[in-house]
C-alpha cells in the first residue's frame, strides 16, 4: 500500500506558475506509475497527466499539453506537475494517484487546491 500526500497548491494570476509535489510513503515507489488529476467543482475527475514507473513514458490531456509537465524522483518517493502559463479554467483540486499495474489508479492524496485568477 502507498500513502499520498499533495502539496504547493495556491493562488496565483493567470499566466503565472506553480510546481505541485506528490509524495509517496509505504511501499516502493518505483512500483507504481503515477498520475495528476483534477476536480473542478461540479465536475468528475479528470485526467491531467501520467509518467510511467521509471519516468521514460509521460502523458497529457490535451488541455495541459505544452504547458505542465510531470516528472518524478525515484530516490526522493517524490512526483511533480510544473504548471506554466496557468489559466482560470486551470483552478481545481489537483490529486495525485497511484497504481501498480492495468488501468485502475489504485490510491489516491487528498488533494492540493489551484486557484487561478483572471
Known amino acids: 500500500q502507498v500513502q499520498l500526500v499533495e502539496s504547493g497548491g495556491g493562488l496565483v494570476q493567470a499566466g503565472g506558475s506553480l510546481r505541485l509535489s506528490c509524495l509517496a510513503s509505504g511501499r516502493a515507489f518505483s512500483s507504481y506509475d503515477m498520475g495528476w488529476f483534477h476536480q473542478a467543482p461540479g465536475k468528475e475527475h479528470d485526467f491531467v497527466a501520467y509518467?510511467?514507473?521509471?519516468?521514460?513514458?509521460?502523458f497529457y490531456a490535451d488541455s495541459v499539453k505544452g504547458r505542465f509537465t510531470i516528472s518524478r524522483e525515484n530516490a526522493k518517493n517524490t512526483v511533480y506537475l510544473q504548471m506554466e502559463s496557468l489559466k482560470p479554467e486551470d483552478t481545481a483540486l489537483y490529486y495525485c494517484?497511484?497504481?501498480?499495474?492495468?488501468?485502475?489508479?489504485?490510491?489516491w492524496g487528498q488533494g492540493t487546491q489551484v486557484t487561478v485568477s483572471s
Open positions: 509518467i510511467s514507473k521509471s519516468g521514460d513514458n509521460t
Open positions: 494517484a497511484a497504481r501498480e499495474a492495468g488501468d485502475v489508479w489504485d490510491y
